[in-house]
């Protein structure tokens, strides 16, 4: 078994839920993926590991760090298919959000999975993209 930390990228419209609902709730069960990829990221999820979340849609931005709180378990939203889902524990707000274009047009980042991959709802970041990223929401504008 190995204790090496993954890191991830989960995606959310704010209208359907928010950074700031997600702080409030203090914890959330990451239900509703139905994508085979996605699945499969969410299996490979391990407690502890660290997720950027993400703002679809509107804002479009990598607004906080989220950590994995328990690791996949059915999916209590699914009526049918072996779907899963991980809980999802907020760490800590981004002071300042990476906007989508920011990513786009950065040397390291513009073939990131996000970029590449635009409609997968969960996936794998390498640590250096991770920590890059974070970097740049510490940073001022």
């Known amino acids: 078994m190995s204790t ?9 419209e704010p209208s359907a839920y928010s950074w700031d609902q997600f702080v409030q709730d203090g914890k959330t069960a990451w239900t509703g993926v139905r994508n085979f990829q996605a699945r499969k990221n969410l299996h490979a999820m391990r407690k502890g ?7 679809s849609v509107i804002g479009k931005e ?8 328990r690791e996949a378990y059915p999916d209590p939203t ?5 779907w899963v889902c ?3 524990v907020p760490e800590k ?11 786009k047009t950065h040397p390291v980042l513009y073939e990131i999975p996000l970029i590449k991959q635009s409609r997968l709802s969960v ?5 250096g993209t991770f920590a890059e990223i974070v970097r740049l929401g510490q940073a001022a504008s």
């Not at 090496?4 to 959310?12: A, G, I, P, R, Y």
């Not at 699914?78 to 072996?82: I, P, S, V, Y």
């Not at 707000?93 to 990513?103: I, M, S, W």
């Open 93 to 103: 707000a981004l002071p300042h959000p990476v906007k989508l274009e920011t990513l």
């Open 49 to 55: 590991d660290y997720a950027l979340f993400y703002h």
């Open 62 to 69: 990598v607004v906080g760090i989220a950590r994995v709180a």
């Open 123 to 127: 996936m794998p970041l390498d640590a």
């Open 4 to 12: 090496t930390q993954s890191h991830w990228l989960v995606k959310q």
């Open 78 to 82: 699914a009526t049918e298919g072996e």
């Open 86 to 88: 991980v809980d999802l």
